[in-house]
């Protein structure tokens, strides 16, 4: 018999409806997320939380068996890959690679939030750029390598162009996002200055990412 999920909100107050797996077996669901081919550091979590429930009998968190089961049973609906400018995003991250150890960027927009960060050493997209939720687990939108944009079945055409949006002017994006939030999109501060409110993020995370700011020119040739 197929397994039932009752409804779950996650973390940031988003409802997610209940549903019947199209699977009966947490391995099962597994091995079709598998066979497909998909990746993620996620489902690398999914994959892991099965394996200690089948080998050491470990319960596999309630929350880990709906995100499991609802994967493997939405059908896979992968974008194309994209070709991108990535010249511009991938400087702004190499620059802010070598005073800060995880760097990371979130808009928010009527597609939802969004946030690339660098990819770490130890994961599977290490060297690239990931697009994913801001809370953990709760999409993985793909990622940026060598100027190709690699979207997950996740991807929606929303994200898509908010992807191509940031590539083309992270500065842009950023002051954007931070005139219209009043945060940094970067560390998400209030911004407090008028320098800071016209340019949309402050001093520090302009000279981590090399944007513009205040009445300066900006750091990187953007042209």
Known sequence: MNLKFGSITSRNGKFHAG?????????DAAMAIYKRGEKSDFIDTLFEA??????????????LQFWLHKLASQPSKRRAAVEIDAAKIQAA??????????????????AGAVRFSMAGEKSKFAGSIVVAS?????????SIREGIFYPSR???????????????????AA????????????????????DS???????ICAKHYGLAWGLSEKIIDQS
């Open 134 to 142: 801001p809370t953990f687990g709760e999409g993985f939108f793909g």
């Open 154 to 172: 996740e991807c929606t055409a929303e994200i898509e162009a908010i992807v191509e949006e940031f590539a083309a002017d992270p500065s842009q």
């Open 175 to 194: 002051a954007s996002y931070g005139r219209k939030s009043g945060s940094c999109c970067f560390c998400h501060k209030e911004l407090t200055t008028k």
């Open 197 to 203: 409110l016209a340019a949309g993020y402050g001093p």
């Open 50 to 63: 099965v394996k200690q429930d089948r080998k050491y009998s470990i319960p596999m968190p309630s929350t």
């Open 93 to 110: 991250f190499a620059l802010a690679s070598s005073s800060l150890k995880r760097p990371k960027f979130t808009v928010h927009s009527p």
């Open 19 to 27: 549903f019947t797996s199209d699977y009966s077996s947490h391995y």
